[in-house]
C-alpha cells in the first residue's frame, strides 16, 4: 500500500507564499497524475491544479498566474508553488495521484491526508 504524505502548510500573511509538498510514502514507478485540491469550510472541494506524467498542466481559474505545480520524477515527488496567497485560499490542500506501483505499469489510486493552509493578515 502508498500513502501519499503532504506537507509545507501553515500560515502565510495576504501576498505571501508557500510550497506544498506531495510525496508517496513507498518507492514509486512514478505518477500517471497527480492534482491537488482544496476545500474550503462549507465549500465544495475544488481542483486547483494537476500534472500529467506527460508533463502537462493546468489550473483552475482562480489560481492562474499565481500557482506552479510541478514534478520530480527522480523523487517521485509533486510540489504546488503558491505565491500571492489571498485570504480565499485558505482551505485543507489534498494531493490525490494515479500511482504507477510496479514495473508492469499497474496504477493505483491514492488521496493524501491533507494540509492546512491559512491566508490571514
Known amino acids: 500500500q502508498v500513502q501519499l504524505v503532504e506537507s509545507g502548510g501553515g500560515l502565510a500573511q495576504p501576498g505571501g507564499s508557500l510550497r506544498l509538498s506531495c510525496a508517496a510514502s513507498r518507492s514509486i514507478f512514478g505518477f500517471e497524475y497527480l492534482g491537488w485540491y482544496r476545500q474550503a469550510p462549507g465549500k465544495q472541494p475544488e481542483l486547483v491544479a494537476h500534472?500529467?506524467?506527460?508533463?502537462?498542466?493546468d489550473y483552475a481559474d482562480s489560481v492562474k498566474g499565481r500557482f506552479t505545480i510541478s514534478g520530480d520524477n527522480a523523487k517521485n515527488t509533486v510540489d504546488l508553488h503558491m505565491n500571492s496567497l489571498k485570504v480565499e485560499d485558505t482551505a485543507v490542500y489534498y494531493c490525490?495521484?494515479?500511482?504507477?506501483?510496479?514495473?508492469?505499469?499497474?496504477?493505483?489510486?491514492?488521496w493524501g491526508q491533507g494540509t492546512q493552509v491559512t491566508v490571514s493578515s
Open positions: 490525490y495521484g494515479r500511482v504507477v506501483i510496479n514495473a508492469e505499469g499497474a496504477i493505483e489510486n491514492y
Open positions: 500534472i500529467t506524467s506527460s508533463g502537462n498542466s
